[in-house]
C-alpha cells in the first residue's frame, strides 16, 4: 500500500466493525509499526514508555471482557456518541453510527488478533504534570496506529478499559507505577473505503494571536 503522507493523515480511521476478527496479525508487523512509533517525541527523551501486546487469546478474552463491561456502562450514559447531537441532521445519523461500531467493538474486543497497550512510568501522578507525562506517550501510539494503516491494518482508538485499569493490569502483571494510556485493537480490516471525516470548519476553532 502506498499512501502520500495526507492521504495517511486523512485516511486512518477508527475500525471497528471492519477489523477482521479471523486473520492472524505478523508479530513482526506489529514489531515493524512499533519501531515506527519509538521514533515520536518525548519529553526530555526520556522514553519512558512500554509497549504491551496481547495476543495470547485467554488474555485476548478476559480484557475483552472488560471494555464489553466498560462499553455497557457508556452507552447507558448521557455522554455516549450515539447520544450526541440527536437533533442535529447532519451530525445525529454520523453520531449514532458511531454509537453503533462502539457497541459492536465492545462486543468483540476480546476476538481482535491483537490488543496494543501503550504505557508509561508514572510513579507520581499531579495535575501540573499531566500534559508531560501524556504528551510523551500518545504522541507514539498515534503513530503506531499511522504505521498499522500503511501496512494495511485497521486500529482504533479507545480509553473506555481505563475503567478497570487495576483488573487489565492484574491480567498483564504490569508493576506498580506503569500507567495505561489507550487500548488499541490491531487487526487486518475488511474493504477498501477510508476517506476523511466529516469535521468543524476550520474558521469555527482558529483562533489567531487571541481568542
Known amino acids: 500500500m502506498t499512501l502520500t503522507p495526507d492521504e495517511l493523515l486523512t485516511t486512518t480511521r477508527s475500525v471497528r466493525k471492519r477489523l477482521d476478527l479471523e486473520r492472524p496479525v505478523p508479530m513482526e508487523l506489529v514489531r515493524e509499526c512499533l519501531e515506527i512509533a519509538l521514533q515520536a517525541p518525548s519529553g526530555s527523551n526520556r522514553q519512558t514508555w512500554h509497549w504491551v501486546v496481547v495476543n495470547d487469546a485467554d488474555q485476548r478474552a478476559a ?27 447532519a451530525r445525529g445519523p454520523v453520531q449514532r453510527r458511531v454509537g453503533d461500531s462502539v457497541a459492536y467493538l465492545g462486543e468483540t474486543m476480546g476476538r481482535v488478533p491483537v490488543l496494543t497497550i501503550p504505557c508509561i512510568e508514572a510513579r ?20 503506531y496506529m499511522l504505521a498499522a494503516r500503511a501496512r494495511g491494518l485497521g486500529t482504533a482508538w479507545t480509553t473506555l478499559h481505563l475503567r478497570y485499569e487495576k ?16 487500548l488499541i485493537p490491531t487487526a487486518y480490516y475488511t474493504g477498501e473505503t477510508f476517506h476523511p471525516a466529516t469535521r468543524v470548519p476550520l474558521d469555527e476553532v482558529l483562533h489567531v494571536n487571541a481568542w
Open 124 to 143: 507520581r501522578l499531579s495535575a501540573e504534570s499531566q500534559a508531560g507525562l501524556w504528551g510523551s506517550l500518545l504522541p507514539a501510539a498515534w503513530s
Open 167 to 182: 483488573e487489565t493490569a492484574e491480567i498483564l502483571g504490569l508493576p506498580a507505577g506503569i500507567r495505561q494510556g489507550v
Open 63 to 89: 480484557i475483552g471482557e472488560l471494555y464489553r463491561r466498560a462499553v455497557e456502562g457508556y452507552l447507558k450514559s448521557a455522554g455516549a456518541a450515539g447520544k450526541l447531537f440527536a437533533d442535529d441532521p
